[in-house]
C-alpha cells in the first residue's frame, strides 16, 4: 500500500513540478534584469490556456507531426519512474539503468527533431539539424559523468547510485566533482538552455529547441513545452540526487520522506538559482563554439573515470 | 560575470526605481493589475503576442519593444511576446499594410489558431495614417483582414498601449458576457 | 518435432532446394516470370527448411558432423554444424526468407531489361554459398564455399551491367575480396603447415603445436582477410561501392549476412579453435572496432546516397559488432570466462539485431528507389504521403539501429556497453584505458547514428517533395511490403524477448570449445530481467515497453481530458510570408553540415563556391550561386594510391628483365634451376 502511494507521489510530483521550475529560473532572471517579471506560475497559465486553445496544422505534416508531442512527453514520463526524486530504497531494477534513461530521453529527441523536419518549413530544419548536432555531441559527457557514479558505487541503477553514494570515501570527490562539472555541461546542452540554446529567444540565429516547435500550437504545443519542463526538471533532479543525495529517505517513514521531498525541493529551487545565475552572466556561444565545450565535458568525464579505475 | 553581477546588485539606482520616485510607474502597475486580472478571466492568465509588421515605420516597434523593458515589464502582467503566429492569441499589426505584406499579413492571420483577436495599432495601421492614398498600401488592416480592435496614436505610448489593451480586453469581456 | 528435422537429409534438401532454385531459374530464363517464380520459390522454401533446421540445431546437444569423401586427396567435404554454425545459418535463413519474398515483387522491374535467370541463378548460389561457408569444416572445402560466395555475390553486384559505375563498383570488389582472400589462404596455410590437417576439428586438437609467432602471424592475417569481407576501416573501400550496386534485396543479403561470415570465422578460428590467447589481440581488435564505428558513422552521416548511406553504417556496425568481439577476446586472454561470455553475447546479439535492421532499411530503400528511380536523398522528401507503409518499415528501422529502446539494437548495444563497463573495472591500466576509449566512441557512434537516421528518415520522407521524382512514386506492391513488415515486426520482438534471446545465446556461447563451466555474467530471471553481474546492472525489455506505451497513454489522456473541445484546423506552414518552395527546405548536406564542419579534421571536405553576375562589370545581381561541399576519400588518397603508385613502380623495374631476347631467358631458366639445385642439398 505504502509502495503504491509512495510511487504515485515519485511518478506525478515531476510533472506537476516541472512548469513550476521554468516559472521560477523565468522569474530570477527577470530580477537579474531589474524587472519584476512574471509569477512562478506563469508556466502553468500557459500551458492551461494553449490546451484551451484550437490547433492549426500544417498541410504538409504527415502523422509524424501529429503524433511526436505523445511520444517526446511519453518518454519523460517513462523516465520520471525511473530515477531517484526522494526516496532511494524505490527500488526499480527495470527501466532504472544510467543508458536506459539517455536511450528513453533520445526517443524524445529523434521524435521532436523528426516533427521539426516533417513540416517543411525552414526553421525546423535547421533546428532539427542543431538538436542533432548538440545532442549527439552531449550524449557523451553525460553518460560518463553517470558512469563515474555507477562505477564509484557499484551500480548502473540510478536508485542505487544514490542510496550508496552518501557513504563515499573522501578519495574519490575529486573524481565526481569533476563528473558533475561534465555532467551540468551536458546538463545545459541536452535541456536547452545558456549557452547552448536561449530559450527566450525570437531569432532564427540563436534557436534550436524554439526553431523546432514553431510548428505547433494549441494542445500539442503545450504537450511538448510541458515535456520539455519535465527534461528540465529530470536532468535537475539526476544532478541532485545522484551528485548530491544528501538527505534522500533510504527507509519508509512519513517523517523521512517529508524531509527528503523537502531537502528535494530545496535542492531543485537551488539548481534553479544557479541555472538562472549562469544564463543572466554569459552569453550564448556561437554554435561552432558549442562542440569545444560538449567534448570539454566529455573529457572531463573521462578523467574522472581515469581517476578512479 | 561576478563583476556584472556585483554592478547590478550595487548600483540600483541608475535604473528608474519603482517604488519611489516615479508615479507614471504606479499608474502603470495600476493599468497592469487590471489587465492581469482580465488576462485571468479571458486567456486563463496567459496571453501570447505575435507582433506583425505590415510596413511600418518601425516607431511602433520601438514602443512595443519598450513594453517588455524593465520599467514597462509586460510579462508580470501576464503577456508576452511569441515567435510564430501559430502560438499566438493575439495578432497585434502594424503599419499601413504595403502590397509586398499583404499575403504575408494573410497568412499570418490563418495560422493563428482561434480563438484569436486582431489588433490594428498605430494610426497608420488604423486608416494608412500619413500614408493614407499612396498606391503602394492598402490604407489599414481592416482592407485585408478583419480587425477586432484599434490602437490609435502615431505611434502610441507604450503606456497608451497597455490601457488600450485593458479597454480591450474589457470590451471582450462585456462581450462574452453578454453572450 | 524438431530432432525428427534434424538429420543429413534435410541438411542436404536445403542446399538442394537453392540449387534446383538456381538450375530452374537458368532452365526458365526465356521467361520472366517463370524464371522469378522459379528463382524465388525455391529460395523461399529453402529459406523455410533452413530456419526449421537451425532452431532444431540450436535446442539440440549433439553437434552434427557430415562427411562426404572426394577423390581429390586432403579435400574432403566436411560439414560441421555446432551450434554457433547453426546461429548463423539461423541468420542467413532467416533474412534470405524475407529478401526473397520481397525480390518476388521487386525484380518484377527488370523484366525485359536483364535476365531474371542470371539473376534467380546467382542469388541462389550466393544463399547457398554462405550456408556452406558457416558449416564447412575444412579448409580446403570452405575456400571453395568462400569462393563461391564471393563470385556470386560479384554476379549480382555488376547485375544492372549497362550502368558503367556498377561494372566499376564490382570490380573493385573482385579485387578487394581476392586481396582478402589471399590473406585468408595465408592464414589458413599457416595453420595447416603447424598442424598438418585441413581439418577444423583436426587442427582444433592440435593447436598446442603452434608456435607463438605463427600465432601472432595467422591473428593478423586472418583479421585483416577477414575484415576486408566484413568491411572494417580502412579496408572498407569496396562495401560503400559495392552495396548500393546490387539489386536492394540482394544489398540487404550482403550488408545484412554477408558480412557476417567474416565476423563469423574471426569467431571461429580466436574462439573456437585457439586457446590461450595473447591480451594484445583483443585490443587490437576493440581499436579496429572503435576506428570502424567512429568513421563509418561520420561518412554514413556525410553521405547524401541512400543506399551509400546504409553501407556506411554497415561498417559502423561491424565496429561495434568487433567492440564485444575485442572485449570478449581480452576477457578470454585473462580467463575471465564469464565476461567472455557477456562480451560475445553482446556480439552475437548485435550480429543478429543488425541483420535484421540493416536488411529492412535496405528493403525500404530498394523500394523508395524502385519508385523514384534515384539514389539520391536529396532529391525525395515527402514520400511519407506517397508511400505511408514503407516510411512506417523504414522508421521503424531507424529506430533499431539508433538503439531507441524497445526496439532490438537498444539492447544489444546496451550489452555491448556492460562488456565495457566489465572491462573497463577489470583491467590493468594499459588496457583499462583502451576500454574507456572504445565505450567513449560507442558512445560517440551512437550518438552521431541517431544524427544520421534522423537525417535518412527525415530528409527522405517528411516535409514536401523536392523533386518530381516523388511525385509519381506510389506505395509499394504486396510482396515487398509483406517482407519489410516482417523484418520490421522482427525488430520489436526482438527487441521484447530480448531476456529469452540472452538465455539462447547463453547456450550458444557454451558450447564454443575453449569455455568450459562458469558463473554466469548474465542472468535472466522470471520476468525477463536481465542483469550483469550480480545485479551491476539490470534491465527489462517488456518492462520499458510498457512503461512507454503507458506514458503515451497518459500523455493521450490528458489530452482528451483537458482540451475535448478544441478543434484541428489545416492550415499552411508557418513560412514568414514568403513562399517555400522545395529549395526553402533542409537539405541533406544543410542537415549534415554542422557535423561535417566540426568533424573536418577527419572528414576533410572541400569547399567550392562559384558565382555568376548577369552582369560580370556590375557584380550586384548574381544569376546564380553554386556552393559544393564534398567528403574527399581519404583512403584512396593516402593509402590505396600510394600501395598502387608502388606496385607500379616495382611493375616497372620487374619488367626490365623482359628483354625479349631468347638467350637472356636460357639464363634464367639456367639460373633458377641452380638455385633450386641449392635448395635442393
Known amino acids: 500500500m505504502e509502495n503504491i502511494i509512495l510511487w504515485t507521489i515519485q511518478i506525478l510530483l515531476l510533472p506537476a513540478l516541472s512548469p513550476l521550475c521554468v516559472g521560477i529560473i523565468r522569474k530570477i532572471k527577470a530580477r537579474f534584469q531589474n524587472r519584476q517579471g512574471a509569477s512562478v506560475f506563469q508556466p502553468y497559465n500557459d500551458l492551461w490556456k494553449l490546451f484551451h486553445k484550437d490547433e492549426v496544422i500544417s498541410a504538409d505534416a504527415s502523422w509524424i507531426f501529429r503524433f511526436a508531442p505523445f511520444a517526446i512527453f511519453g518518454a519523460t514520463m517513462a523516465v520520471s519512474a525511473g530515477i531517484p526524486i526522494f526516496a532511494s530504497f524505490l527500488s526499480n531494477n527495470f527501466t532504472s539503468d544510467i543508458l536506459v534513461v539517455i536511450y528513453i530521453l533520445a526517443i524524445g529527441t529523434f521524435f521532436l527533431a523528426l516533427a521539426g523536419l516533417d513540416v517543411g518549413g525552414a526553421f525546423g530544419g535547421f533546428g532539427a539539424s542543431r538538436e542533432m548536432t548538440v545532442s549527439s555531441l552531449a550524449e557523451g559527457g553525460l553518460l560518463f559523468s553517470l558512469l563515474v557514479l555507477s562505477i564509484v558505487s557499484g551500480t548502473t541503477n540510478l536508485f542505487s547510485i544514490s542510496g550508496t553514494i552518501d557513504s563515499l570515501p573522501l578519495a574519490s570527490l575529486l573524481p565526481v566533482g569533476l563528473a558533475f562539472l561534465g555532467f551540468f555541461i551536458a546538463m545545459l546542452a541536452e535541456t536547452a538552455r545558456f549557452p547552448f540554446d536561449n530559450p527566450s529567444t525570437h531569432l532564427e540565429l540563436t534557436m534550436i529547441h524554439e526553431a523546432m516547435i514553431i510548428e505547433y500550437s494549441g494542445k500539442r504545443l503545450a504537450l511538448i513545452e510541458w515535456a520539455s519542463a519535465n527534461k528540465l526538471l529530470i536532468f535537475i533532479t539526476l544532478g541532485s540526487s545522484l551528485f548530491f543525495p544528501m538527505g534522500i529517505a533510504h527507509s519508509i517513514g512519513l517523517i523521512a520522506i517529508a524531509a527528503a521531498i523537502l531537502i528535494f525541493l530545496l535542492k531543485v529551487l537551488v539548481f534553479c538559482i544557479v541555472i538562472a545565475i549562469i544564463e543572466s552572466g554569459i552569453a550564448k556561444l556561437r554554435l561552432f563554439r558549442l562542440p569545444d565545450l560538449l567534448l570539454f565535458s566529455f573529457i572531463l568525464s573521462i578523467i574522472a573515470i581515469g581517476l578512479i579505475i | ?179 | 518435432m524438431l530432432e525428427a528435422i534434424l538429420t543429413q537429409t534435410t541438411f542436404f534438401a536445403i542446399l538442394a532446394l537453392f540449387a534446383l532454385g538456381a538450375i530452374a531459374a537458368l532452365i526458365f530464363r526465356k521467361d520472366d516470370r517463370l524464371a522469378n517464380l522459379a528463382g524465388s520459390s525455391f529460395a523461399i522454401l529453402g529459406s523455410l527448411l533452413g530456419i526449421a533446421y537451425s532452431i532444431a540445431a540450436i535446442n539440440s546437444e549433439v553437434v552434427i558432423f557430415y562427411e562426404i569423401k572426394s577423390s581429390f586427396p586432403l579435400l574432403s567435404f566436411n560439414f560441421n554444424i555446432d551450434k554457433l554454425s547453426a546461429f548463423f545459418i539461423f541468420i542467413i535463413s532467416l533474412i534470405s526468407l524475407f529478401c526473397s519474398i520481397y525480390g518476388t515483387g521487386y525484380i518484377k522491374h527488370f523484366y525485359g531489361k536483364y535476365s531474371l535467370g542470371s539473376l534467380g541463378f546467382f542469388y541462389n548460389f550466393f544463399i547457398a554459398g554462405m550456408l556452406l561457408v558457416v558449416s564447412s569444416a575444412n579448409i580446403l572445402f570452405f575456400l571453395i564455399a568462400w569462393e563461391i560466395m564471393s563470385l556470386a555475390s560479384y554476379f549480382l553486384v555488376t547485375y544492372e551491367r549497362d550502368k558503367q559505375e556498377n561494372i566499376k563498383a564490382g570490380s573493385l570488389y573482385f579485387i578487394m575480396t581476392h586481396i582478402g582472400t589471399a590473406f585468408i589462404i595465408l592464414a589458413l596455410l599457416l595453420l595447416y603447415k603447424f598442424t598438418g590437417s585441413f581439418d577444423f576439428l583436426a587442427i582444433k586438437e592440435s593447436i598446442g603445436s603452434v608456435p607463438v609467432f605463427a600465432k601472432d602471424m595467422i591473428f593478423i592475417l586472418a583479421l585483416i582477410g577477414f575484415g576486408t569481407k566484413a568491411g572494417i576501416i580502412p579496408m572498407h573501400i569496396w562495401l560503400p561501392a559495392a552495396h548500393p550496386a546490387a539489386p536492394s534485396h540482394v544489398s540487404a543479403l550482403m550488408s545484412g549476412v554477408m558480412i557476417k561470415t567474416g565476423i563469423y570465422m574471426m569467431i571461429r578460428i580466436f574462439f573456437d579453435i585457439f586457446t590461450d590467447v595473447p591480451l594484445w589481440w583483443g585490443a587490437v581488435i576493440l581499436i579496429v572496432g572503435s576506428a570502424s564505428a567512429l568513421l563509418g558513422v561520420l561518412y554514413a552521416m556525410a553521405e547524401n546516397d541512400l543506399k551509400k548511406l546504409l553501407a556506411y553504417s554497415s561498417i559502423e556496425n561491424i565496429g561495434i559488432i568487433l567492440l564485444g568481439l575485442g572485449s570478449a577476446l581480452s576477457f578470454a586472454a585473462l580467463e575471465m570466462k564469464s565476461f567472455v561470455a557477456l562480451a560475445l553475447i553482446a556480439s552475437l546479439f548485435h550480429i543478429l539485431n543488425h541483420s535484421v535492421f540493416k536488411s529492412l532499411l535496405f528493403l525500404g530503400a530498394g523500394s523508395v528507389i524502385s519508385k523514384t528511380h534515384t539514389r539520391n536523398i536529396e532529391e525525395y522528401g515527402g514520400l511519407i504521403k506517397y508511400m505511408p507503409h514503407t516510411a512506417l518499415f523504414f522508421l521503424a528501422g531507424s529506430m533499431a539501429i539508433s538503439a531507441l529502446p524497445p526496439f532490438n539494437g537498444f539492447f544489444s548495444e546496451w550489452l555491448t556497453f556492460q562488456a565495457l563497463f566489465e572491462g573497463m573495472k577489470s583491467m590493468d591500466s594499459a588496457y583499462q584505458w583502451i576500454f574507456v576509449f572504445s565505450a567513449g566512441a560507442l558512445v560517440l557512434t551512437s550518438g552521431l547514428a541517431l544524427a544520421t537516421f534522423v537525417k535518412a528518415f527525415g530528409v527522405s520522407f517528411l516535409a514536401r517533395p523536392r523533386s518530381d521524382a516523388v511525385k509519381y512514386a506510389k506505395e509499394s506492391s504486396f510482396s515487398l511490403r509483406l517482407g519489410m513488415a516482417a523484418l520490421a515486426a522482427l525488430c520489436l520482438i526482438f527487441g521484447l524477448s530480448s531476456g529469452f534471446l540472452t538465455e539462447i545465446f547463453n547456450k550458444i556461447v557454451r558450447s564454443i570449445n575453449s569455455f568450459g563451466d562458469y558463473d554466469p555474467a548474465l542472468v535472466v530471471s522470471q520476468n525477463h530481467l536481465i542483469s550483469v553481474n550480480g545485479g551491476f546492472s539490470s534491465i527489462s525489455a517488456p518492462t520499458i515497453f510498457a512503461a512507454l506505451i503507458l506514458a503515451g497513454i497518459a500523455a493521450f489522456a490528458i489530452i482528451r481530458f483537458i482540451s475535448k473541445e478544441q478543434k484541428v484546423k489545416i492550415g499552411a506552414t508557418w513560412d514568414c510570408g514568403t513562399n517555400l518552395g522545395p529549395r526553402m527546405e533542409i537539405t541533406s548536406t544543410g542537415f549534415s553540415r554542422t557535423l561535417i564542419m566540426i568533424f573536418k579534421g577527419i572528414l576533410k571536405p572541400s569547399k567550392q563556391a562559384g558565382i555568376e553576375y548577369r552582369d560580370a562589370n556590375m557584380r550586384y545581381f548574381p544569376k546564380s550561386r553554386t556552393y559544393v561541399l564534398e567528403i574527399s576519400d581519404v583512403y584512396k588518397k593516402y593509402f590505396y594510391k600510394p600501395i598502387h603508385n608502388f606496385v607500379l613502380k616495382i611493375s616497372e623495374r620487374v619488367k626490365k628483365i623482359q628483354s625479349g631476347n631468347v638467350n637472356a631467358y636460357v639464363l634464367y631458366i639456367f639460373m633458377a634451376l641452380i638455385l633450386l639445385l641449392f635448395f635442393a642439398v
Do not use: W
Open chain 2, 1 to 179: 560575470m561576478f563583476r556584472l553581477f556585483y554592478k547590478i546588485f550595487t548600483t540600483p539606482k541608475t535604473v528608474i526605481n519603482a517604488d519611489d520616485l516615479n508615479c507614471d510607474q504606479a499608474e502603470v502597475s495600476a493599468v497592469g493589475a487590471k489587465i492581469q486580472e482580465k488576462v485571468k478571466k479571458l486567456f486563463r492568465g496567459s496571453l501570447a503576442i505575435r507582433m506583425v509588421d505590415a510596413g511600418s515605420t518601425n516607431a511602433a516597434e520601438q514602443e512595443l519593444v519598450a513594453l517588455s523593458n524593465a520599467f514597462y515589464d509586460a510579462e508580470r502582467f501576464g503577456i508576452h511576446f511569441v515567435a510564430s503566429p501559430k502560438h499566438a492569441d493575439m495578432l497585434l499589426v502594424t503599419g499601413p499594410v504595403t502590397r509586398n505584406m499583404k499575403n504575408a499579413l494573410i497568412k499570418a492571420y490563418e495560422a493563428t489558431p482561434d480563438p484569436k483577436i486582431v489588433v490594428a495599432l498605430g494610426d497608420d495601421a488604423i486608416d494608412g495614417g500619413i500614408f493614407k492614398g499612396s498606391y503602394a498600401i492598402y490604407d489599414g488592416v481592416k482592407n485585408v483582414i478583419p480587425v477586432d480592435y484599434e490602437i490609435s496614436g502615431d505611434p502610441p505610448s507604450p503606456k497608451t498601449i497597455l490601457c488600450h489593451l485593458l479597454k480591450i480586453l474589457g470590451a471582450i469581456d462585456a462581450k462574452q458576457t453578454k453572450v
